[in-house]
């Protein structure tokens, strides 16, 4: 299944926009790159190593030469490519359960969004819209966007405790490693094969 | 400037596909075929352009029609969309394509109008930057580390796992003589693959064989764990 | 204010009854008709949601498998509208479920291996003398209609202390806390049971997340098959027998108990998040609480947002793990719709603590789930919150006491530098639970069971 590398789907979507509405989608787009906060909804969930939206407009599709012929489109297009962790349905639902607004707020601009509750019109939509990947690669396969945190977080508490208990005693040591393994306690799941569909 | 974030950019490429219809290639269709038989481990292209967290390929055949009232419209050429995460600079990235996987991009992107070919590096960043499509918002959960900090950090998570778990019980002096091992080992690994599955002690779907332990970092098989 | 149609409902659905012995009666159907025959002779028998004046003897509840559906001849365009996980079984979920190596068919009692079964037919009694009449006349039943004949009976009761039934399973550990509570039930709600509000109130759940034909969490009726009649006030099953290793599970403890400073029965608590007794560690860390556990309103009365290091409850164990509570942030909204309601009763004999007991010993527990939709709710609750770790950021960690480990699995208890409290990390867990069989089953409402035995359901 090519969407999917280890832990990580690779889901592409994309909607036609009525032209007159793509500035209104570059503001609100603009605003939430500027305003980190809300942005915070998207760190929390947690479960996005790295998502994109890229506005299209209909006069900018990349032409090479003159032999290829010139696009002539009405619509805009608005396209959506997120590199996710969990099943295709977990990732649906948790956006509809949690940030519908804020899905509204960027899909609604797209002919014949149904918004994104009740959920399962909303995954008929995104069915029709989105496009399978033929190759996808991630470095880090076996990893989750929390593994990859936790990871970090115990890579350094390591080299801290490391620099601090250099040249302590065993007694001093032993406390010092007790302290250590409570701060790293959590973080320590194992990597490794995920749930199929994931 | 909404390409980056942070230490991370969001490059996202749409390539013209060529359309010959009285050829005897679809070349949409050699690229699909093309793709289906590259490696997606650490023998991929792009663990060889290390920069790259992750990267993907499409063949966007169409627009879709999603249904009346909106109009039914059609793209008049097939696009290859390259999605992909790095670290750092857009020049270094082009520049890495170019020189250290070449005879991938090429047999990639050879279906592509207007590409130049990877011998003149200068030419193929421009060919690359006339199919940009400047991303409009981009979001990374992780900006500020790179592909190899991260893969280290996950064999350091895991030793440091395995670490714990081994030493539970034993006493502060034997645990700090074990440590300093412990460190030396992480500190002298080698650099972890980019795109490796690494070999973990779940058996893989139940077979309930022993499969060796995680290794630490650096740990060659056989040795004794720190 | 929802209104449940209870008379429809069938009893099962809406409460575990509380009764001490049951048998679960597995059947395969003759043909269509004789099939519709047995059906329409078994429903004044249902047992439905009323209310009881006086607590009946015995109950009796029947629910289909999509094969037990197909042989009662109901039209294709209906059997094709089921979900794809009721269609395909639980034995074809393995891949999902993890249901591999020691859980794997293979080792699954003959009935759920080999045979296929087209009806459940659970009774429960108030005594074994009730049990056996109540099988009895179902027997008769099967016997004048000849449209079913038993493949098996599976028999499970509470276990007995004191001559008294109690609430225990096998491991020791009192179960049954924590049902969901939604709207329209009429029964005794518990804070703690439904969802969070976001001023952190408890309220009950939607409806649709456990009856078809209901507004659900997600503000919409529950996918589900075709015509409405059939669907609404039903429900779906998932039944699975789970033999529990008792010995090893003891073993473990005694080996592990020694590395830990908290001792035994701590450790026990550590890995389910209840002391033996019931008492939510979240709340009692040091001991158990018998007054706590005692108070409906506060047994299931708590959150984990004040213990998101997992020092009082580790983030890994099992009460956690399936239902997470506001453990996500959110203010808990991501799990409500992942919530399941269970039902169940321990089945062997019961071997105290101390007492010489083996893994070979028949015993475990019979295990059901009730639930508008298996594949968002039980499927989900079990592949990705069991069976992994990733949502709750422990890796591919899996439940403890719960997880397809064989010998494999690693649970690390968060501690505090308190040495009565200390980090531990237990390795090499063994399997403790093993799945011996089961499957997906449709229970239907009154209605829908007359529609199936009358043959007038209609697809449209």
Wanted: hydrophobic share 40%; glycine share 8%.
């Amino acid at each position: 299944m090519t969407n999917i590398n280890g832990k990580t789907y690779a889901m592409n979507a994309i909607t036609p926009m009525n032209a007159f509405y793509t500035p209104i989608l570059k503001l609100i787009f603009f605003i939430l790159g500027h305003v980190k906060p809300l942005q915070a909804d998207l760190i929390n969930l947690s479960f996005i190593h790295f998502a994109r939206w890229v506005v299209v407009k209909r006069h900018k599709f990349p032409r090479l030469s003159e032999k290829q012929p010139e696009e002539h489109l009405h619509y805009d297009y608005l396209l959506f490519f997120s590199n996710f962790n969990g099943t295709w349905n977990q990732y649906i639902d948790a956006f509809a359960d949690v940030l519908s607004n804020g899905l509204n707020l960027i899909w609604r601009w797209s002919a014949k969004f149904p918004g994104s509750r009740p959920v399962t019109a909303f995954k008929r939509y995104i069915a029709l819209v989105q496009f399978d990947t033929d190759y996808y690669y991630v470095a880090y396969p076996r990893a989750t966007a929390n593994d990859v945190k936790a990871a970090h977080r115990v890579n350094a508490a390591l080299e801290d405790f490391a620099r601090n208990s250099k040249d302590m005693t065993p007694a001093d040591f032993g406390s010092a490693y007790l302290k250590f393994v409570t701060q790293v306690q959590a973080d320590l799941g194992a990597t490794g094969i995920g749930p199929v569909g994931t | 400037m909404p390409n980056q974030n942070g230490n991370v950019y969001g490059l996202t490429i749409l390539s013209p596909i060529i359309n010959a219809p009285a050829g005897d290639v679809s070349h949409d269709c050699a690229i699909r075929d093309y793709l289906a038989s590259l490696p997606r481990d650490h023998h991929s292209p792009f663990a060889k352009i290390s920069s790259t967290h992750l990267a993907r390929l499409v063949v966007m055949d169409d627009v879709v029609f999603v249904g009346t009232p909106a109009r039914e419209e059609h793209l008049k050429s097939k696009y290859l969309v390259f999605e992909t995460n790095f670290d750092g600079d857009l020049d270094a990235y082009l520049a890495s394509m170019a020189r250290d996987a070449p005879d991938e991009v090429h047999a990639v992107w050879q279906h592509c109008v207007g590409y130049p070919g990877t011998q003149d590096p200068a030419a193929f960043a421009a060919y690359m930057k006339k199919c940009q499509l400047e991303t409009t918002f981009f979001f990374a959960d992780v900006n500020d580390k790179t592909v190899q900090q991260t893969l280290r950090a996950l064999k350091v998570q895991a030793g440091v796992a395995h670490f714990i778990e081994s030493n539970q019980g034993k006493s502060p002096a034997e645990i700090q003589a074990a440590f300093r091992q412990f460190l030396d080992k992480v500190r002298h690994a080698p650099e972890p693959l980019a795109g490796e599955y690494e070999r973990t002690h779940v058996p893989a779907r139940g077979q309930g064989a022993v499969v060796r332990t995680q290794p630490l970092a650096g740990e060659h098989e056989g040795q004794p764990n720190g | 204010m929802v209104n449940l149609n209870v008379a429809d409902i069938q009893g099962f659905v809406l409460r575990g009854y509380n009764f001490p012995f049951a048998r679960y009666l597995l059947l395969e159907l003759a043909g269509p008709e004789t099939g519709r025959d047995f059906i329409g002779q078994i429903i004044p028998h249902i047992t439905t949601g009323q209310r009881w004046d006086s607590k009946p003897r015995s109950t009796v509840n029947i629910a289909f498998t999509h094969k037990g559906l197909s042989r009662l001849g109901l039209p294709d365009a209906t059997l094709l509208s089921f979900p794809v996980e009721f269609f395909q079984g639980m034995k074809a979920r393995k891949e999902i479920l993890c249901d591999t190596g020691r859980n794997a068919c293979e080792n699954w009692d003959e009935v759920w291996r080999e045979q296929t079964v087209h009806v459940w037919l659970g009774v429960h009694g108030l005594t074994p003398s009730a049990l056996d009449e109540r099988c009895a006349v179902m027997e008769q039943i099967m016997q004048q209609t000849a449209g079913a004949r038993l493949l098996q009976a599976q028999d499970a009761n509470a276990i007995f202390i004191d001559n008294k039934p109690c609430n225990k399973e096998h491991f020791g550990f009192s179960d049954g806390f924590g049902n969901p509570d939604f709207e329209g039930v009429d029964r005794h709600s518990q804070p703690g049971q439904g969802k969070l509000t976001k001023e952190g109130n408890w309220v009950p759940l939607a409806t649709g997340e456990f009856v078809l034909g209901y507004p659900d969490e997600a503000g919409e009726l529950p996918v589900a098959p075709v015509p409405h009649l059939l669907a609404n006030n039903g429900s779906f099953m998932v039944y699975r027998k789970l033999h529990e290793n008792v010995a090893s599970f003891r073993a473990y403890l005694d080996e592990l108990s020694r590395h830990y400073a908290g001792g035994r029965e701590k450790l026990a608590a550590k890995f389910v998040g209840r002391w033996r007794d019931g008492t939510p560690i979240e709340l009692s860390p040091d001991a158990p609480d018998p007054a706590l556990t005692a108070d409906p309103n506060r047994n299931v009365n708590f959150t984990f947002g004040r213990d998101l290091d997992g020092v009082r409850c580790p983030i890994g164990a099992h009460i956690r793990r399936v239902n997470p509570r506001d453990a996500f942030g959110f203010y808990g909204q991501l799990v409500n719709r992942r919530r399941i309601s269970r039902r169940g009763l321990p089945y062997g004999d019961y071997v105290p603590d101390g007492e010489p007991v083996s893994d070979t010993d028949d015993r475990g527990v019979i295990f059901m789930v009730i639930n508008a939709s298996i594949f968002r709710q039980f499927e989900f609750v079990h592949q990705q919150w069991i069976e992994y770790g990733n949502d709750a950021h422990q890796g591919s960690d899996k439940d403890a006491l719960l997880g397809n480990h064989d010998g494999h699995g690693r649970f690390f208890i968060q501690g505090t530098t308190d040495p009565q409290n200390p980090p531990l990390v237990c390795s090499r867990l063994p399997q403790f639970v093993e799945l011996r069989g089961g499957d997906y089953f449709f229970m239907p409402s009154l209605t829908a069971l007359r529609l199936i035995a009358d043959n007038s359901v209609d697809p449209r």
